[in-house]
């Protein structure tokens, strides 16, 4: 066989990165979309879907598998789309993640970020390509419900029912144990669920998933709150291991003067609140509401970005969104070469929907009216003195830029601290590391109380649902190898040199 039969036969269209370019789905119009609570990306049409996936180069060293979290196999789904062998794709995607759906839908994508091509021309449109295949598989009925055959007689109880959780909840119930997953909430998926807007995931999306695990064997109690109303010491009796994946929900308060005003929120009630309404479930407390309002957003992160998307479908008068940083450049600098995940300006489905988006401003006071009610926020500019290494090291207020700008509610979005103390992790007096995360390594996940591990954001800090559900897989290779003195379930480094083999 010929070098040039052999490439062939390796990547469906060797040179596809040379004759298309990227292209994305297409979206609602900002002004219809904002109409509703809906999802408003489209699919590729199947001409579009093949063009990108054979811009794929099945690269001699694919960094897209190092910027996974979950070390998924690209080139070789990518291949399998370009020759429309869906059996195949969903099998190499999901033997390295068990939620694409989720991770297609709302992942920042650090693969594309990785992804040789991007060094001189845009990525490969990978977390599209990835939400496609697993479609297109529950379109064409090849997702079905994997029970074990055979059950190991142990049991396990997985506290929270988040990314983290939902994904160690899966891999031990392949691995044969009998899981209940504990959830404080009415309905399973913690930030899935109740923290991500409906027009970035639809909650059927997240009903279909554990409507599959139910079928698999997972059990799900919902409005169970361990160590309020479920007894701590009555599942360390009945369970054989505890998995702790409840996430980081302590968000960062912002103490100036005013604090207590009404009209001041954390940004996380608010977005709750919103996924109830459009769920048909009550709402608990009073509402908070944009509509007539004028907004501010107090972080320029995700979830500030999901308040601003939020408040346009209130119908506020004006939306802003502030952050206490500079400006990010448009491209990488020097200081984030290829292929590290480059800290550039992003603009979200959300920004294309209206926010006057402002940088390097901190926020000094919240200003009421007569009868307790915000009004408006004093804010000032910041200058920021670089570093010798080009980042950003401190910065100083510049005179003379104080302002009163109007404000009737106020979304502080400013990221999240640490897992809730009270209850759980104060009854198990499980020790916590110095930013306050229930302690423990990735070596073996266990926590510093015997057969209670940890996974997700209450373990390693706020951060993103592929990592989530990186962590939880993990844990659960560990727990299963503490349960049975070695694991069937596959690392993630160990499902690459399977593909590679």
């Not at 970005?305 to 448009?330: F, I």
């Not at 915000?374 to 510049?398: H, I, M, Y």
Request: with cysteine; glycine share 8%.
């Amino acid at each position: 066989m010929q070098v040039r039969d052999l490439w062939r036969k390796i990547m469906g269209k060797p040179t596809g990165f040379l004759e298309f370019t990227r292209e994305l789905p297409g979206k609602a119009d900002p002004r219809e979309r904002v109409g509703h609570y809906n999802e408003f990306v489209e699919r590729y049409p199947e001409n579009k879907l093949n063009q990108q996936a054979a811009r794929c180069m099945n690269c001699g060293v694919p960094f897209c598998h190092s910027g996974c979290p979950l070390g998924n196999v690209i080139p070789e789904f990518n291949d399998a789309v370009y020759r429309q062998d869906w059996q195949n794709a969903y099998d190499i995607l999901t033997s390295t993640n068990n939620f694409p759906e989720f991770t297609g839908r709302i992942c920042p994508a650090p693969c594309e970020s990785a992804c040789v091509l991007g060094i001189n021309q845009p990525p490969v449109a990978i977390e599209e390509i990835e939400k496609h295949i697993i479609e297109v598989a529950f379109d064409k009925g090849l997702v079905q419900a994997k029970a074990p055959r055979l059950r190991t007689g142990k049991k396990i109880a997985v506290i929270g029912s988040g990314p983290a959780g939902l994904a160690a909840a899966a891999q031990l119930n392949y691995a044969g144990h009998s899981v209940t997953v504990f959830e404080r909430d009415d309905a399973p998926g913690g930030l899935l669920r109740y923290g991500i807007p409906d027009f970035k995931l639809e909650k059927w999306v997240v009903e279909r998933r554990v409507k599959l695990m139910e079928e698999e064997g997972v059990v799900f109690q919902c409005n169970a709150n361990v160590g309020v109303n479920v007894s701590t010491n009555d599942l360390l009796r009945e369970y054989n291991a505890i998995v702790l994946a409840g996430g980081s929900t302590i968000p960062r308060d912002l103490n100036i003067p005013g604090r207590e005003l009404k009209g001041v929120h954390y940004a996380m009630d608010f977005l709750k609140q919103q996924n109830k309404r459009v769920s048909n479930r009550p709402v608990d407390g009073k509402d908070i509401l944009a509509t007539g309002k004028n907004v501010v957003v107090i972080g320029g992160g995700d979830t500030g970005s999901d308040c601003v998307g939020t408040s346009n479908r209130h119908g506020a008068v004006s939306v802003t969104q502030l952050e206490l940083l500079p400006k990010p450049p448009g491209e990488r600098t020097p200081y984030m070469p290829w292929p590290t995940y480059p800290m550039v300006l992003k603009t979200s489905s959300s920004h294309e929907e209206g926010a006057d988006r402002k940088w390097a401003i901190a926020t000094k006071a919240f200003i009421g009216d007569d009868n307790g009610h915000l009004k408006a926020l004093r804010l000032v500019d910041l200058q920021w003195t670089a570093s010798t290494d080009g980042r950003p090291a401190k910065f100083t207020e510049v005179p003379g830029s104080e302002r009163d700008v109007p404000c009737e509610l106020a979304l502080l979005a400013m990221g999240f601290l640490h897992p809730q103390h009270t209850g759980l992790l104060d009854q198990l007096e499980v020790e916590k590391d110095e930013r306050g995360n229930v302690k423990a390594t990735e070596k073996d996940y266990l926590t510093s109380i015997p057969k209670v591990f940890t996974a997700g954001d209450m373990r390693r800090g706020q951060s993103l649902v592929v990592w989530a559900i990186s962590e939880g897989r993990e844990c659960a290779r560990k727990v299963d190898e503490f349960l049975m003195g070695s694991s069937q379930l596959e690392s993630k480094d160990h499902s690459l040199q399977a593909m590679a083999l």
